[in-house]
């Protein structure tokens, strides 16, 4: 069966109803909503939600998985391999496989992304 | 490799640096952009963006793949089966495998959503 989440809310962060808001590095101001995932009921991809409050980051991250981005609210920068990108609300980034990703947030405003991901193996 | 498109516009469409519009129903006002797939090096999944004009809907349909949606723009009815359910900016739709599906736009305004596909089997 299909399943709807409205959006609620976009203060402090954007949010979901009936989607848990989880930090996502407890040393950094950045969380994470599941908007897809298993317990939709999808078992071939997962759509999750990002916001990184201004000044902050994710972590520098390196994986054999692959990532689908979309920007939803403010700017920033994102870095891939060795190069550094400004991106903004609508832009489309998609992070290949191995490769070298970091999403930063200079501020003043949240950044916010959607992220797809296929199944962990 | 990571690839970044630019959304570039939003009349009459939204629409990205680098990504065909396509029109998606020959009878319908209803275009199409690949965002992430193939040509961007994605094999896992799929990110596509749809436009609905006003007064339009996309075709009634079910098949074996799901659907992961997030609205971008506008307002509209999604069915879902038997259901039919008002939907707007920001809403979060999963579409069940074999579920009967369709988005229609009643209008004023530009119906727009990301939708993420499994790559097809």
């Known amino acids: 069966m299909g ?13 979901w109803e009936g989607v848990a808001l989880e ?3 407890s040393a950094a101001p950045v969380t994470k909503q599941v908007l897809i995932g298993p317990r939709e009921g999808a078992a071939h991809f997962a759509v999750r939600y990002f916001e990184i409050a201004p000044g902050a980051a994710s972590a520098l991250d390196t994986h054999a998985h692959d990532h689908g981005v ?9 870095r ?9 609300e609508g832009d489309v980034i998609y ?3 191995g490769e ?10 949240p ?3 959607l992220c797809v991901i ?4």
Not at 100 to 109: K, R, S, T, Y
């Open 3 to 15: 399943v709807i989440h409205r959006r609620s809310g976009e203060s402090p962060a954007f949010h």
């Open 80 to 88: 891939l391999g060795d190069e550094r990108h400004a991106i903004g």
């Open 23 to 25: 930090r996502y590095e």
């Open 118 to 121: 296929p199944p962990k193996r």
């Open 111 to 113: 950044l916010g992304f």
């Open 100 to 109: 070298l990703h970091q999403f930063e947030n200079p501020g003043p405003d």
């Open 70 to 78: 979309v920007v939803l609210r403010g700017r920033g920068v994102v």
């Open 95 to 97: 992070v290949a496989p």
